[in-house]
């Protein structure tokens, strides 16, 4: 027998992702899908690359009651909007797996900083998990919140974690600068990002300080006990999905670093530390549950680092079904690929 799951944001382009690989999955299947302006069509109707019989369901309110049987939520809305339904969730028995930034935080201060907007309910702060698998297993294995990472974060913290925990890296004055595809904005129109104005052209945006670095300085603590100080410039780039972070880093024996990140991530699946001096590329993870990561090291103090995911895979849809597999103590990979649609 499956396991009963719920999608609420199902017409996002995580939703569309999370369907694709939960009707792949071995152990879980699809028993209820909600939409907000979209409710009440069918799914196919809304989702161009939505088949079989799932294209046919009925998108029921994102507010509607969940069917007894589901056991587990994916909640991929926008923040603020998506903690009223994780309570309800919640409150009716269900495990949840939250791709909003809504519980990533552990104070509503930090939260309200972050994002301008008073938090609904704080009180389920402390039972959310930060669910950054490979550094979290134990305790999303033990927990009904998950909050899924970002997809920035994730592409930052991976790298961080390991030279952190080492005590090698300068913590104060990490720069981080990354590059998106247009898919990380989600679906709703904004008139920035039509085609007319993204296409053959870059751009940064959320200066001076963008809401996920937050998120990056507040797990870097969390998960090594180092305060750290980071400057984050993101950039969106005319490509559908993709994500790729360049840290530039300095601190001590640079030279051990590389062998550091490997034996960190020797045993994972999901992170793919590549032979000294090579760099990864978007088009090497898209499609895949992989972080990929290449080290080069600059000067005798400096390292850049680049790390590689597929934003609406590790860094959203893919990660959160790696969540729900720990959740239910399945095998951590079952329905995700270690490969890329590539070429
Ligand atoms: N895109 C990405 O790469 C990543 C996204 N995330 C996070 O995942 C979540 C979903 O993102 P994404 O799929 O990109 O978003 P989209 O904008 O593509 O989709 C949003 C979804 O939420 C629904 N929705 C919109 N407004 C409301 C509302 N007020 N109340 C309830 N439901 C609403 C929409 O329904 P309808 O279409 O019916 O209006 C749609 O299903 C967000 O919190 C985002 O920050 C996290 C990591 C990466
Ligand atoms: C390109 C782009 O706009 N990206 C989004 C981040 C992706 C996202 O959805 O953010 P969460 O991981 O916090 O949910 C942004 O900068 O706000």
Redesign the pocket.
């Known amino acids: 027998m499956k396991i009963p799951v719920a999608i609420l944001?199902?017409?996002?382009?995580?939703?569309a992702e999370l369907i694709r690989l939960i009707d792949g999955h071995p152990h879980f299947t699809i028993a209820h899908l909600a939409?907000?302006?979209?409710?009440g069509k069918a799914a196919g109707a809304v989702l161009p690359g939505c088949g079989g019989r799932t294209a046919d369901m009925t998108l029921a309110a994102?507010d509607a009651p969940l069917p007894e049987a589901v056991q587990l939520v994916f909640t991929?809305?926008?923040?603020a909007?998506?903690a009223t339904s994780v309570a309800n969730a919640l409150s009716q028995g269900k495990k949840v797996v939250d791709?909003?930034?809504d519980f990533r935080h552990q104070s509503a201060a930090v939260y309200q900083q972050a994002y301008a907007v008073e938090h609904p309910c704080p009180e389920l702060f402390q039972q959310a998990v930060y669910g950054l698998c490979e550094h979290a297993r134990d305790r999303v294995a033990a927990t009904s919140l998950v909050a899924n990472p970002?997809?920035y974060p994730t592409s930052t913290l991976l790298p961080l974690i390991p030279l952190l925990k080492a005590g090698l890296l300068d913590t104060d004055g990490i720069i981080v600068d990354s590059k998106s595809g247009a898919?990380?904005a989600?679906?709703?129109a904004k008139t920035d990002l039509l085609y007319c104005e993204i296409n053959e052209s870059v751009k940064a945006y959320g200066m001076p300080r963008h809401r996920h670095a937050w998120e990056m300085e507040e797990w870097a603590e969390g998960f090594t006990g180092s305060p750290v100080r980071i400057r984050f410039v993101p950039h969106i780039l005319p490509m559908t999905r993709g994500m790729l972070t360049t840290l530039h880093l300095s601190g001590k024996q640079v030279d051990r670093w590389h062998a550091i990140l490997q034996e960190a991530y020797s045993d994972e699946p999901f992170v793919r530390v590549l032979a000294a001096g090579e760099l990864p590329s978007t088009g090497g993870v898209c499609g895949s549950n992989r972080c990929d990561i290449g080290i080069s090291v600059v000067g005798e103090h400096e390292v850049v680092i680049v790390s590689c995911i597929d934003?609406?895979l590790k860094?959203?849809a893919g990660q959160a079904v790696q969540n729900a597999n720990l959740m239910f103590s399945l095998d951590e990979g079952a329905g995700l690929s270690v490969h890329a649609t590539w070429p």
């Open positions: 944001g199902a017409t996002g382009y995580t939703g939409a907000h302006s979209q409710a994102a991929a809305l926008p923040h909007a998506a791709l909003s930034a970002g997809c898919s990380g989600g679906r709703s934003n609406l860094g959203a």
